[in-house]
């Protein structure tokens, strides 16, 4: 099962069901004008958002992959992440810099969760 929010994209489905798992897409921020902390706010609230569509949330998040713009943005992304993450349910976590698609981008999140 492929998960649509918006008008299907050709090269890409927003999450994927497969096997008793979500496989989520980069999610991206909203706001681009935002610093690193609510950037990373926002993009937890699409996870949220998604995970809320399919059933399931973020407590059942298995892993994430977080991709920084600058990892002079780590503390303020960690800051967003531990008010954010289900407590008692951290995931496995690997965070990266990396140019990002759009340089107003300051983070993107990827994760695979439980259905």
């Known amino acids: 099962m492929?998960?649509?929010r918006h008008k299907p994209i050709p090269r890409l489905s927003e999450a994927v069901v497969a096997n008793g798992l979500i496989f989520m897409a980069g999610q991206v921020p909203r706001d681009e004008s935002a610093d690193a902390?609510?950037?990373t706010a926002d993009v937890l609230a699409q996870i949220d958002e998604l995970l809320a569509e399919l059933g399931s949330g973020k407590e059942k998040i298995v892993d994430a992959t977080i991709y920084l713009a600058d990892m002079a943005d780590y503390a303020a992304m960690n800051e967003a992440w531990d008010a954010w993450v289900a407590p008692?349910?951290?995931?496995?976590r690997a965070t990266v810099e990396a140019r990002l698609a759009n340089p107003a981008w300051k983070v993107?999140?990827?994760?695979v969760a439980q259905s």
């Open 2 to 4: 492929s998960l649509y």
């Open 108 to 111: 993107e999140i990827k994760i």
């Open 88 to 92: 008692g349910h951290p995931p496995a």
């Open 37 to 39: 902390r609510a950037q």
